[in-house]
């Protein structure tokens, strides 16, 4: 239930319990003050009494409005009025007959009432009313007719209604009180349950800001509501869980970093010292001979190589992870682009005594988007990570191509020595090497399959590897289709 409904209906309950509440205690104290309900209709006009048939007292006045215009002489007869107590009694009610503005006959229980205050003639009502005389009240039916000498006769059938008015009057300060104490306690105890509702979910969500304000990301909670404060929880739980995963994400990158510096340090400070130990040689007159000094100064030229293309590859990532390197990105045939690649490549690779095997289907739809100079230097550098590493005395690089309907699938497999399971979900990390021991053979800037991976990644495709030890490894890479791009997009 949302809360804007669960106002809703408290609002209405805070209306219409204290009015059942207050019509219920009313009914209960008529009934104890009263002895019984349904003497109310004694005392109250006809027209709000729920019986359905005409009533003693009624049927009673029927027969004086009757004999007034039948026999008018007898009903005047003290004889004749007399002889109506017995009725009067069993209808618990007491008549007055007013003549000429003077009282003619009335009964015993009528003794007190002054003649003045009672109705003028010729307001007759054959209906129960409530009228208030002198000190009391009467539930009276007044009948008016002339007689042959033209006097003035008002027939009053009374009842006396005191204890109704007496009741109202006593227990209405009581049933205001009452009502007000009802009104009270209802809107009190709802409002208490509602802003329950409502307050301690706020108070949890306020202490799990706190622990997020002190840093702790550990303390979740759970929605157990689906109104708007479930739907604020679950989206502070989520916004929780993304902050966990961003100072994840961020403390990586700082590890990342540091990692970074001391690698880069270390790969620096390596050919920086050997170069400082060749020049040194040479000042000192260590290199003595000719061939010596070629040999020192080539091997100073090497070094100065190496940290050039090590500074390169840090330039060319540091780029791509700041995402400020441009992309020229065009449609090319991939199938053609790697027919000519691997040409130029077979004719070095046999230098090295390196097997090139490419294989694809000719049917298929091979056009990508794709930036030429940065597509190259991921297969260089995959394919320069794979030579590093092989050990095999026949070398083999088998490269495959196949077309699915939305993506070409390039895989590049050697028969090298393969990688550690343990170190495979690292392997595209920056200056992650599986092999750690950073030897002149294998050693390198550790940042070429990283490389890859950014700009595969640039390309809107996904790079991932497989390797079996001893076997060897296998690097595919997914790009989409040209279309499949533009529809992207």
Partial sequence: MSIKLRLILSNIAMITVPIILFIITSFLLMIVFLGDIREMANFLPESHNYHKTKQEDTLFFLELKEKSAVNPVELMSKEYLESLNSKLSKIDSGL????????????????????????????????RSLEEIGDQTFAMKQHDFYLQDGSEVSLFLMRDASPWNQFVRTFFPILFGLCLLILIATNGLLTYFVSKSIIKPISQLKKAAHFIKTGDLEHSITAVRNDEIGQLTQAFEEMRIQLKESHEIQKQYEDNRKELIAHISHDLKTPITSIKGYIEGIRDGVADTPEKRTRYIQTIYTKAVDMDHLIDELFLFSKLDLGKIPFEFERIDIKDYLTDYFEELSFDLRKQNVDLHFQFAPEGHYHVLADREKFKRVLANIINNSLKYMDKAKKELIITM???????????????????????????????RAEQSRNKLTGGSGLGLSIAKMIIEEHNGVIKLESILTVGTKISICLPHDTCVLRRY
């Fill in 96 to 127: 007055m007959v007013r003549k000429n503005d003077e009282v003619f006959y009335r009964t015993e229980d009528l003794e007190t009432v002054l003649i003045d205050e009672m109705p003028k003639f010729g307001t007759e009502r054959s209906f």
């Fill in 402 to 432: 196949q077309s699915t309907d939305e993506n070409v699938e390039i895989s590049i497999a050697d028969n090298g020595p393969g990688i550690p399971e343990e170190s495979i979900p690292f392997i595209f990390n920056q200056f992650y």
